[in-house]
């Protein structure tokens, strides 16, 4: 396979499109009562009626595509992003119509300004109709019971303006006959061809209609929701139909994004943080760290969690915690384990146990538990814990959500999601919406494990911090040229043969001493104050005979599946041995299940040495130029710099940013401490970067010797390089039986006449597989470059080093042009003096890399 470079994001904020002043030729004052009546004190909600209503009627935009491109010519971020106006052109969804998006965070009253603009339209006589369609029944329930509460409102119909072509538009759905001037709200698939509705009297150009997407993102995101990929494609295609006269397309989401990337026609945008802030919406809190392993101490913590919403929010009758998981199939199996923890935590009947769990997805099995939905918040309905895949993604408006629970990474690993996931719990009850003194929270447990990365984006989508830019200046003395190839992957598989002779029985288990008391740290997005919680665990526990019988059957087992027989050694008596052993070294006398897995974890790496191991072969493609100009912008949040992260600048490379980005680059340089904020002189600032983005400490040890003096004036220039895309080195990854295909990109990148040094930088103790495989993907990848690049009198040097390895690095490599071993290569390939002496006579003979 051919790895891609992995595009950087631009912040949604930047993205959100401005009218011109020309905009304001339309005259929306006499609609403003209504308005006002409308909408009271949600002033947002008023700029994005006021904002449609203005593209749409101003006659100064045709398409969408002239207001992106007037956007383009003057927004400086998109500049930096896109390669050119064609790419940016090029993402718009119909780019031909008058069409736009607006973003309005979840609970915050998306359907109002689609009732409003709707109504405009209408009365302005520029639209016959407006069609509102929508992914599921549940929304459009919710979308018609909605409208029609305003259209009885007496005070909201007496403040609309008496004249207009269509004042009074009937609301309906597709079953009945549509008469011009009518509001029609239905599910999706009622516009499909092969459905019987009323949607198809809509046909022809004597009708020009607004078509309003709620919830927009499902048609381009086949992940989202209960749509499945035919869906969505019957859904965009239905949009495009020639037959049907859509003079006018507005996308209403409160996560218009696909996948990480967000939508490039979004006009107006009030995201979750404003709203936050402002207190339309519960703050979040969500879970930074976590102590329990598993399922069984998670659903202590998560139990906890929820009997503390009930008495920390007591104006509240009903407190309901949510499960999301990504598979209908997963759905029962979590609803059953809930439960069973719920019949033995609270002595309650299966029954009574059973009746307090729901599982709702978009199967036919559940549409009963759809139905309790429509009374899900009353305290009568005894429902409290609810389990869904897709149906709870939007459409259900429930105000007394305290607690999401993302059951895998899966139902929680993009911005998309995300924003879906958090959305389920914002909504603020009625009882709390004007107490001055109580701000409800919703509390996401999320599972620590999936590390920075899930935090990184919900930090996005909450919008927790400003960002710092760090981008290349494309006119800058110090840009280079790199040569690169890419690698194709092939995965053979060799003969079962033991790999390295005779295979051992394991002398211990490792086991560990049982913790029964478990730690979650969690963040608040409004305040960022962290609050501790302790959980005491019930570790499950096994007596000594039932740990050898469970070990033992387990490799049993796996003697049958790879027709092997070590169970003749390995039997009863001698795995009795080693558990008591273990036991009495962590002086207890019953086996925890922690432990039980690592004993059975410690005979499966038999069969990992006697199993055929699969060998990924390379193929490399010819040399591939490009240049550091090719860079996209790195970001990092001000938050995040704070953790330990770095910036390395000059006077004149600051000026190389814009007005905006220089007030946040100030704003960051004040709050770092001067040993991780590093001003040098001008003239030994050779990088391209307007500022270096520094990861961590050892980065910036590093940073300071590259730009001292007695250093610089023995290279051309250098550049700190991207986590992702720009430069990726492949490498097979094998922590086990099965290889798997990664990528790293080393940290700096310096050109020293004819040489081009590449170095990673790691902390003195990391010294895992993962960063053995590097060096071994690195050194091929390398030695490959050299060969097909000799002829050009260039070559490519790779260093692997931590901090103790500076000095010599600095003293040989740079100043000296010398050859230079660091210790962590030979910590991380654990070869002997003989293995080195070869390598390093390879290495002069062949190419002169140097590691």
């Not at 109002?112 to 006589?125: C, D, K, N, Q």
């Not at 503390?308 to 199996?333: G, S």
């Not at 009963?368 to 305290?379: F, I, S, W, Y």
């Not at 999320?446 to 760090?470: C, F, M, Q, Y």
Request: hydrophobic residues 35%; glycine residues 4%.
């Amino acid at each position: 396979m051919n790895f891609k470079e992995e595009k950087e994001t631009i912040s949604p904020q930047d993205l959100v499109l401005q009218l011109s002043e020309k905009a304001n030729n339309f005259d929306i004052s006499k609609y403003e009562d209504f308005i006002e009546e409308l909408c009271g004190q949600r002033e947002y909600q008023k700029e994005a009626i006021r904002k449609v209503v203005k593209f749409f009627l101003s006659g100064e935009y045709k398409t969408i595509a002239e207001l992106v491109s007037e956007n383009f010519k003057a927004n400086e971020a998109m500049q930096e992003f896109f390669r050119d106006e064609k790419e940016l052109l090029d993402e718009l969804l119909f780019r031909d119509k008058l069409s736009c998006t607006i973003d309005l965070a979840t609970g915050t009253g998306k359907t109002w300004v689609m009732y409003a603009v709707s109504r405009i339209m209408l009365a302005e006589g520029v639209v016959d109709n407006v069609l509102i369609v929508c992914p599921s029944r549940t929304i459009k329930y919710e979308l018609l019971k909605k409208f029609n509460n305003f259209t009885i409102k007496t005070n909201l119909q007496s403040a609309f303006p008496k004249a207009g072509k269509y004042r009074n538009p009937g609301i309906i759905q597709a079953n009945t006959a549509i008469k011009k001037g009518d509001i029609v709200i239905d599910n999706i698939h009622k516009a499909y061809d092969h459905v019987g509705s009323s949607i198809k009297d809509l046909r022809g150009k004597d009708r020009k209609i607004l078509i309003i997407n709620d919830e927009a993102h499902h048609f381009i995101n086949s992940t989202s929701g209960g749509l499945n990929k035919e869906e969505i494609l019957e859904w965009a295609k239905f949009l495009k139909n020639p037959e049907y006269n859509f003079s006018f397309i507005l996308n209403s989401s409160g996560t218009p994004y696909k996948g990480d990337n967000y939508f490039k026609d979004v006009i107006y945008r009030y995201p979750i943080r404003q709203a936050i802030e402002e207190k339309m919406v519960k703050d979040i809190n969500y879970l930074e760290k976590d102590e329990s392993r598993g399922w069984k101490e998670k659903f202590k913590a998560i139990y906890k969690n929820h009997l503390e919403n009930k008495k920390k929010y007591p104006k509240v009758k009903k407190h309901i915690t949510i499960f999301v998981t990504n598979q209908i199939k997963k759905t029962d199996k979590i609803v059953e384990e809930i439960s069973k923890f719920l019949r033995t935590e609270e002595g309650i009947p299966a029954k009574e146990a059973e009746e307090k769990v729901l599982a709702v997805t978009s199967s036919p099995k559940h549409e009963a538990n759809r139905q309790l939905l429509k009374t899900v918040d009353e305290p009568e309905n005894p429902v409290e814990w609810i389990v869904s895949v897709s149906m709870l993604t939007e459409g259900w408006d429930v105000n007394n959500v305290f607690q999401i629970v993302p059951h895998e990474d899966r139902a929680f690993n993009s911005k998309l999601l995300i924003a879906q996931v958090l959305g389920r719990g914002l909504r603020v009850p009625p009882v709390y919406q004007n107490d001055l003194k109580v701000h409800p929270q919703v509390t996401i447990f999320n599972h620590d494990a999936w590390g920075p990365r899930i935090d990184d984006l919900v930090r996005d989508v909450a919008e927790i911090s400003k960002k710092i830019t760090s981008r290349v200046d494309k006119d800058s003395k110090y840009n280079f040229s790199l040569y690169y190839i890419n690698v194709e992957k092939k995965i053979v598989s060799d003969s079962k043969t033991p790999a390295r002779g005779r295979v051992e029985l394991p002398k211990s288990l490792g086991f560990s001493s049982r913790k029964d008391i478990a730690e979650q740290i969690y963040k608040s997005v409004k305040t960022q104050e962290e609050t501790i919680k302790r959980t005491k665990i019930d570790l499950g526990e096994y007596s000594l005979g039932e740990a050898v019988n469970e070990v033992f059957n387990n490799i049993l087992l796996l003697d049958l599946t790879h027709n092997t027989n070590f169970s003749k050694k390995a039997n009863r008596e001698f795995i009795q041995r080693l558990i008591e052993n273990e036991l009495r070294d962590i002086g207890e006398k019953t086996v925890t299940e922690a432990n039980l897995q690592r004993a059975k974890a410690s005979f499966n790496t038999l069969y990992r040495k006697l199993t055929g191991q699969s060998r990924i072969v390379d193929v490399y493609s010819k040399p591939i130029e490009k240049n550091t100009q090719e860079m996209n912008i790195s970001s990092i949040s001000i938050s995040e710099l704070k953790r330990n992260k770095g910036l390395l600048f000059s006077e004149e490379s600051l000026k190389r940013s814009s007005q905006k980005e220089l007030e946040i680059i100030k704003e960051a340089i004040e709050e770092l401490p001067r040993k991780r904020s590093v001003e040098i002189e001008d003239k030994n600032y050779k990088s391209p970067l307007n500022i270096t983005i520094l990861a961590s400490e050892p980065e910036i040890e590093f940073a300071k010797m590259l730009t001292r003096e007695e250093n610089t004036k023995f290279f051309d220039s250098w550049i700190k390089s991207k986590d992702k895309g720009f430069y990726s080195i492949p490498y097979n990854y094998q922590p086990g039986t099965h290889p798997q295909q990664k990528q790293f990109n080393p940290d700096f990148i310096i050109k020293k006449k004819d040489k081009i040094i590449f170095v990673e930088i790691k902390h003195e103790e990391d010294t895992d597989i993962k960063n053995r495989d590097k060096i071994a993907g690195a050194t091929d990848y390398f030695i490959q470059l050299n060969r097909k690049i000799e002829k050009t009198g260039l070559r490519y040097d790779f260093y692997f080093l931590t901090p103790q390895d500076y000095t010599g690095f600095f003293d040989r490599v740079i100043r000296s042009d010398k050859t230079f071993i660091a210790e962590m290569h030979a910590s991380l390939l654990k070869k002997s003096r003989e293995e080195l002496k070869a390598f390093f006579q390879r290495d002069r003979a062949e190419m002169r890399l140097k590691i």
